[in-house]
């Protein structure tokens, strides 16, 4: 008789007899100080709830709405380090305990929002060691996605510890760290990342929808089987539950996977940021990392999506920590995690609790004036002086109405700098940092690093267009004949395996090949249109002959 399995659901209905409240609302939490805070909770329709907090005598009553939903606004007093309690009751009785007033931070973001001692980052486990810190709270959203914006998500308030310190976001604890210890409040951080995710899955899918170019370029994202690729599935599992939630700003840690499209970014970033705002109906901070330099990028997107984020300062109320200088261009988590939360800090101490004195920006870009066949760059955020380490001022280039752009000398005249080569007598343009692992050594004297930037708004290509190698063997000599299918393109090449760029050797006749090379080359505009490609062409002393390989053949 053969093995039947058979399968029983068991639907019931969910009793709500009971208070019940979402997850972000618990013991041990922290509560915005001296502001006027929701909380918000499930009863049976049309029960009775009184709300009492400790810190005052009044109690404040509400009733649940016919969809089981009630919903009440207190005011809080100034933060003072003692623990409180809140009482609900309704039919049954809450008690939350433990409950500080400070500050609290939404921290979001991709993997480096995510990544955590348990992963490792620099000095992490004297990092952990020394993690002890009772009036830091940590809220950690578990992992999900939906199609439609969800009432509750699954996690808990923890004091901060070693324990709890090592799971947790390293970027938020380094970043509440600083403003804990530099303000003496207690400090709430809600952690709401996943690595891998565009900004897109973390914007409503309305809002995303709303602008054709922006849905078309979401779909541009491969299906993936680890994380959710459709624009607002994170927004509806990780963000929504979290509303209204009071905070005081948000931090932000992406970029890296939105290399793809990086033309859109400030558009889908100035619509994430609206978005939220509108959702917790606050214009609250939103202070967000360039990425850093990495070499995986496909060629110049990664500059591409950096100077994207600075044209982000557009936004109001938003700063944005530059980090070239302490990232890895092997590693696209780098290690330096305290320095990130320490820069994101420096923007929330100067801009909203009043320590005019922290510097809080590296140079940002401003304008450019022409004089004399040269360019003057002018910068914010320069006021007191600008310096360059070990030499004159790196990675600029520069450009006439011609749009070839060559490699720029480059000097400091107090706060501005100075750019010109003299194959560019007429100069229309600059880049600074515009390579995907470009190091820049440009700071201003509080020593942040200046942001990635381009003077012009020239259109860059991004699709790929291959660069096809034709080869001739003749008199023990290869000769590499290089073509691309879009005839206004400029094709470039290096002989040394070293990656291509707009300042490399440009292609105009066939390549004579007398010894062992790498062959690298790609198409050209104003950036490269597409992936270049990589050839190996190995002589040996058996051109030309019947060779026998008596043992596996080896190069040298």
């Known amino acids: ?22 997850s972000v609302i618990g013991n041990g939490m922290v509560l915005q100080q001296n502001s006027s805070v929701t909380l918000w909770g499930w009863a049976e329709p049309g029960e009775a709830i009184s709300i009492h907090a400790s810190w005052n005598n009044d109690t404040l009553r509400t009733v649940a709405d016919g969809w089981t939903r009630w919903r009440i606004v207190m005011q809080t007093p100034r933060a003072d380090g003692v623990p409180r309690t809140i009482t609900i009751t309704g039919n049954d009785t809450v008690v939350l305990g433990n409950i500080l007033l400070g500050e609290v931070w939404l921290c979001s973001g991709q993997s480096n929002m995510e990544w955590s001692a348990a992963r490792g980052f620099n000095n992490a486990e ?99 089987t680890w994380k959710p690729v459709r624009p607002g599935a994170l927004f509806n599992a990780m963000i929504a539950p979290l509303v209204p939630f009071d905070i005081a700003g948000v931090i932000w840690y992406q970029g890296e ?59 109001p109320n938003v700063g944005m920590a530059v980090i070239s200088d302490i990232g890895d261009i092997h590693d696209i988590h780098p290690g330096n995690k305290q320095d990130v939360g320490k820069r994101l800090a420096a923007w929330a101490l100067a801009k909203i609790y009043g320590r005019t004195k922290i510097a809080y920006s590296g140079p940002l870009y401003e304008s450019m004036k022409i004089d004399s066949g ?93 660069v096809k190698p034709a080869v001739d063997f003749e008199n023990n000599n290869i000769t590499v004949v290089l073509t691309c299918p879009d005839s206004s393109l400029d094709i470039r090449y290096t002989l040394d395996g070293s990656a291509p760029s707009r300042l490399s050797e440009i292609y105009r006749d066939p390549l004579k090949i007398t010894k062992s090379v790498t062959l690298f080359a790609g198409a050209f505009h104003n950036d490269i249109s597409g992936s270049p490609v990589r050839w190996s062409y190995v002589m040996h002393k058996g051109w030309g002959k019947r060779v026998i390989f008596h043992q596996p053949y080896q190069s040298r």
């Open 1 to 22: 008789m053969p093995l039947r399995i058979f399968c029983t659901i068991f639907i019931s209905a969910i009793t709500l007899a009971n208070v019940h409240l979402p």
């Open 126 to 224: 004297e990092e952990v060691s020394r993690a002890d810190f009772p009036e830091i709270r940590l809220f950690s959203v578990e992992k999900a996605a939906s199609d439609y914006p969800q009432e509750n998500c699954r996690g808990s308030w923890s004091e901060c510890s070693p324990r709890s310190m090592r799971t947790f976001s390293a970027t938020a604890y380094f970043f509440g760290r600083e403003l804990h210890t530099t303000l003496g409040v207690p400090v709430g951080l809600i952690n709401s990342s996943w690595g891998g995710t565009g900004a897109e899955v973390w914007t409503r899918y309305d809002s995303v929808a709303a602008d054709p170019e922006l849905l078309a370029k979401s779909k541009l994202y491969p299906n993936s």
């Open 257 to 315: 996977e939105n290399v793809r499209v990086p033309q859109t970014y400030p558009k889908l970033f100035r619509t994430l940021v609206n978005q939220w705002r509108s959702e917790w109906r606050k214009e609250f901070p939103f202070y967000y990392v360039q990425i850093a330099p990495y070499e995986g990028y496909e060629p110049f997107r990664g500059a591409a999506i950096r100077d994207a984020q600075r044209q982000c300062m557009a936004i």
């Open 374 to 466: 040269r360019a003057r760059i002018f910068f914010t955020h320069a006021d007191n002086g600008l310096v360059s380490r070990d030499g004159n001022p790196t990675c600029f280039e520069i450009a006439g109405k011609d749009r070839k752009f060559f490699a720029a000398e480059a000097g400091i005249e107090a706060n501005t700098v100075i750019v010109w080569n003299k194959k560019v007598p007429g100069p229309a343009a600059v880049r600074f940092a515009w390579d995907n692992t470009a190091e820049p050594n440009l700071f201003n004297k509080d020593g942040l690093p200046t942001s990635t930037f381009r003077t012009d708004d020239w259109e860059i290509i991004y699709d790929r267009v291959a």
